[in-house]
């Protein structure tokens, strides 16, 4: 009604009318809260991650978790989460990429139908082989053993071999 026609006739209180609209409505979208975590850290090209979703209103309401990523970096989570009234729910995320490095990822709420609804929160997550960089660990450790036993069998010999000739 404030749009309409007849609202042409009191022009500054149908805005005024239409502010308060938009306040009221984006108070209560601000009561739906997404909480991402800090950083991410993958160990391998893919893994999982999980973000909060809270709902404060008393009403329950259906949204969707869309990430934003840079590159080739693609998260993907469940199509709906579905909050009771003053509920929060943990929302699994699958992240994978080809690459390795760090990225730059924005988790976004938005309604069914795709529209944001305000709530974001931005992270970074960082993809690396951490798995190769174990079994190097482990190599250079198992090297060191073999070494040192290498070194106390010799020392050994040499010192018995030592105590025979001074017989």
Do not use: C
């Amino acid at each position: 009604g404030n749009a309409s026609y007849t609202a042409s006739e009191t022009p500054f209180l149908a805005l005024d009318r239409m502010r308060e609209t938009a306040t009221w409505v984006r108070g209560n979208l601000d009561a739906i809260q997404l909480a991402a975590p800090q950083s991410v850290t993958l160990a391998s090209n893919s893994g999982r991650f999980s973000a909060v979703v809270s709902n404060e209103l008393d009403v329950p309401v259906t949204v969707k978790v869309h990430a934003v990523s840079e590159r080739g970096m693609t998260v993907t989570g469940p199509k709906e989460v579905q909050l009771a009234p003053h509920g929060r729910t943990p929302v699994l995320l699958h992240a994978s990429t080809d690459k390795r490095g760090v990225y730059n990822v924005t988790l976004e709420l938005t309604s069914r139908d795709g529209a944001p609804l305000g709530a974001s929160d931005r992270f970074p997550m960082r993809a690396e082989q951490v798995s190769r960089l174990i079994w190097v660990i482990i190599g250079a450790g198992l090297a060191l053993l073999f070494a040192a036993i290498a070194i106390r069998l010799t020392r050994r010999i040499i010192a018995a071999r030592a105590g025979r000739g001074a017989l």
